[in-house]
């Protein structure tokens, strides 16, 4: 009788590390899916989104937003850009707002931007950006572009900081495939909190 004691200790220890286990590796697998398939964390490198999303800013991406609709103009995103250094493909997550959509007509004059011919009213914009008192140069950072007419499948991106940004002013409409998906809130500094 004494011999089963310790039987049944080891049985029931067993019992409980396999139980531990199967919930520490469901939990990781959950984990993984959701980041791969629905919210995954940003870190905001660059100066790019001044005045929205500032460097060591952390953000959720929303990445069902775009397979369930489509985005809207105004949406801060993050997208693949793809681009080849040689024979060596290189993947950049870059963070933007959708100016223009499918099918529009875009051009920027002296930093206003029209779409379609209206002008269009951006108020995620910094004061300062909307100063015509300033040269044209230190306002928005790049000349003048357009007529662009997007495809049925792509979106213009612009940075909200236009003098700091790399964006489709440079490398033209981005396809919405590449598009990870729409950031929904800042989680930190927890002094940055805020919905996008």
């Keep these: 009788m004494n011999d089963a004691a310790p039987d049944l200790r080891r049985v029931a220890w067993l019992k409980q590390v396999r139980e531990w286990l199967v919930v520490l590796v469901t939990a990781v697998f959950i984990a993984m899916a959701l980041r791969t398939f629905v919210v995954q964390q940003f870190y905001?490198?660059?100066?790019?989104?001044?005045?929205?999303?500032?460097?060591?800013?952390?953000?959720?991406?929303?990445?069902?937003?775009?397979?369930?609709g489509s985005p809207s103009r105004g949406d801060v995103i993050v997208f693949d850009r793809i681009t080849l250094n040689g024979d060596t493909v290189q993947h950049d997550d870059l963070i933007k707002r959708v100016i223009g959509l499918p099918g529009e007509t875009l051009t920027i004059t002296n930093c206003v931007v029209s779409i379609n011919g209206t002008v269009l009213d951006e108020p995620w914009l910094d004061n300062q950006d909307l100063d015509s008192t300033l040269e044209p140069g230190l306002r928005c950072g790049a000349g003048d572009v357009g007529p662009t007419t997007m495809g049925d499948n792509e979106v213009f991106l612009i940075g909200d900081n236009r003098p700091m940004s790399f964006d489709s002013r440079m490398f033209g409409p981005v396809d919405i495939d590449l598009i990870v998906g729409r950031a929904a809130v800042v989680i930190w500094p927890p002094s940055s909190v805020t919905t996008l």
């Design 44 to 68: 905001i490198a660059g100066p790019s989104m001044e005045a929205t999303l500032f460097g060591d800013d952390r953000v959720l991406v929303n990445k069902l937003s775009y397979r369930f």
